[in-house]
């Protein structure tokens, strides 16, 4: 079967990094996204990466490694408005998109 | 303004009524999406569109229907034979299916079944 996993929830510091772990086992790979999702709001497109290695975005970074079916979500400088939670999901060979449970974090002044 | 409009926010029926959940988009998107959200569970895709007059059920489409005569509208119904119909319903759309194009997400609907 197809699995995304992420943690369920993470606690970090205003002003500090947060590495958000997914790892995947899928049917074929067409790339990964990455969302965030504010509770009760619809999720939001934050970076898509289909090659290895580290996509950098302002304060946010994703990185990717296809042979480990591992990404990460790096972020930098943390805001209070930075609390919501992180989907991972993996667009497999049929390009459906095969979602994580999500991460939510919670970020304490 | 472009985006995607998902009306009401929030819904309530009563136990073995049918209803429809709106979803507009004015993007000029081909492809629509419905998932459901439910807690701790990521999201699980229902139906989805590539072209007008065509769908094709995802994991999980029993007891769900949609319809697509625009491009725009993309309506989803919940019939009572779902088993479990409260949820948060979610409506994207992409400019194709068969491409690595990103979704885009309406607000959603939380609909309540009493």
Same mark, same amino acid.
């Given at each position: 079967?197809?699995?995304?996993?992420?943690?369920?929830?993470?606690?970090?510091?205003?002003?500090?990094?947060?590495?958000?772990?997914?790892?995947?086992?899928?049917?074929?790979?067409?790339?990964?996204?990455?969302?965030?999702?504010?509770?009760?709001?619809?999720?939001?497109?934050?970076?898509?990466?289909?090659?290895?290695?580290?996509?950098?975005?302002?304060?946010?970074?994703?990185?990717?490694?296809?042979?480990?079916?591992?990404?990460?979500?790096?972020?930098?400088?943390?805001?209070?408005?930075?609390?919501?939670?992180?989907?991972?999901?993996?667009?497999?060979?049929?390009?459906?998109?095969?979602?994580?449970?999500?991460?939510?974090?919670?970020?304490?002044? | 303004?472009?985006?995607?409009?998902?009306?009401?926010?929030?819904?309530?029926?009563?136990?073995?009524?049918?209803?429809?959940?709106?979803?507009?988009?004015?993007?000029?998107?081909?492809?629509?999406?419905?998932?459901?959200?439910?807690?701790?569970?990521?999201?699980?895709?229902?139906?989805?569109?590539?072209? &007008?007059?065509?769908? @094709?059920?995802?994991?999980?489409?029993?007891?769900?229907? &949609?319809?697509?005569?625009?491009?725009?509208?993309?309506?989803?119904? &919940?019939?009572?034979? @779902?088993?479990?119909?409260?949820?948060?319903?979610?409506?994207?759309?992409?400019?194709?299916?068969?491409?690595?194009?990103? @979704?885009?997400?309406?607000?959603?609907?939380?609909?309540? &079944?009493?």
């Amino acid at each position: 079967g197809q699995n995304i996993d992420q943690p369920t929830e993470m606690t970090a510091t205003e002003g500090a990094i947060v590495q958000i772990n997914c790892t995947y086992q899928t049917s074929g790979f067409n790339g990964l996204f990455w969302y965030q999702q504010h509770a009760g709001e619809a999720p939001t497109f934050l970076s898509y990466n289909v090659l290895d290695g580290l996509e950098e975005k302002g304060r946010f970074s994703s990185f990717l490694s296809r042979s480990k079916g591992y990404s990460y979500l790096l972020l930098k400088e943390l805001q209070m408005k930075d609390s919501a939670s992180y989907l991972c999901a993996v667009l497999d060979s049929n390009y459906q998109l095969i979602w994580g449970a999500g991460t939510k974090l919670i970020i304490k002044p | 303004d472009g985006g995607i409009t998902q009306s009401p926010k929030y819904l309530f029926r009563k136990e073995g009524q049918n209803v429809t959940l709106s979803c507009e988009q004015n993007l000029n998107h081909d492809a629509m999406y419905w998932y459901r959200q439910d807690p701790g569970q990521g999201l699980r895709l229902i139906y989805y569109s590539q072209i &007008v007059n065509d769908f @094709q059920k995802g994991d999980i489409a029993e007891g769900y229907s &949609v319809s697509r005569e625009k491009k725009e509208s993309f309506p989803l119904t &919940v019939t009572s034979a @779902q088993k479990n119909p409260t949820a948060f319903y979610l409506c994207a759309s992409s400019q194709i299916r068969t491409d690595t194009d990103t @979704q885009y997400f309406g607000p959603g609907t939380r609909l309540t &079944v009493l």
